[in-house]
Nanobody, 125 residues
Framework: QVQLVESGGGLVQAGGSLRLSCAASGRTFTFSNRAMGWFRQAPGKEREFVAASSGSGRTYYADSVKGRFTISRDNVKNMVYLQMNSLKPEDTAVYYC?????????????????WGQGTQVTVSS
């Protein structure tokens, strides 16, 4: 089985920064062959796409975070990161790390087979 464990969430003031981390593991899980994504879900809203990275490091972003968030990955450590700068109160949500079953990148949660438990990010105004 594949396990994804997020960390790094917390409370931050508007304009501040946070860095989320996601550790991936699994006996038959080849991290470098999987696309990885970050999604978020705010209270009362549906889960939405934030950012994704192909196995080779090509990146994709939601318009709402473009220029403020950066996704990166370390294929040796099996880690994916989300650097979040210039945070806004509307970024408040539970953030989830996800992995695809295959190599193809997806901007839709339906494209992801494995999910972490989520980490809370709260941005105060």
């Amino acid at each position: 089985q594949v396990q994804l464990v997020e960390s790094g969430g917390g409370l931050v003031q508007a304009g501040g920064s946070l860095r989320l981390s996601c550790a991936a593991s699994g006996r038959t899980f080849t991290f470098s062959n999987r696309a990885m994504g970050w999604f978020r879900q705010a209270p009362g809203k549906e889960r939405e796409f934030v950012a994704a990275s192909s196995g080779s490091g090509r990146t994709y972003y939601a318009d709402s975070v473009k220029g403020r968030f950066t996704i990166s990955r370390d294929n040796v450590k099996n880690m994916v990161y989300l650097q979040m700068n210039s945070l806004k109160p509307e970024d408040t949500a539970v953030y989830y790390c996800a992995a695809t079953r295959g190599v193809a990148v997806s901007l839709d949660e339906q494209g992801y087979a494995y999910w972490g438990q989520g980490t809370q990010v709260t941005v105060s105004s």
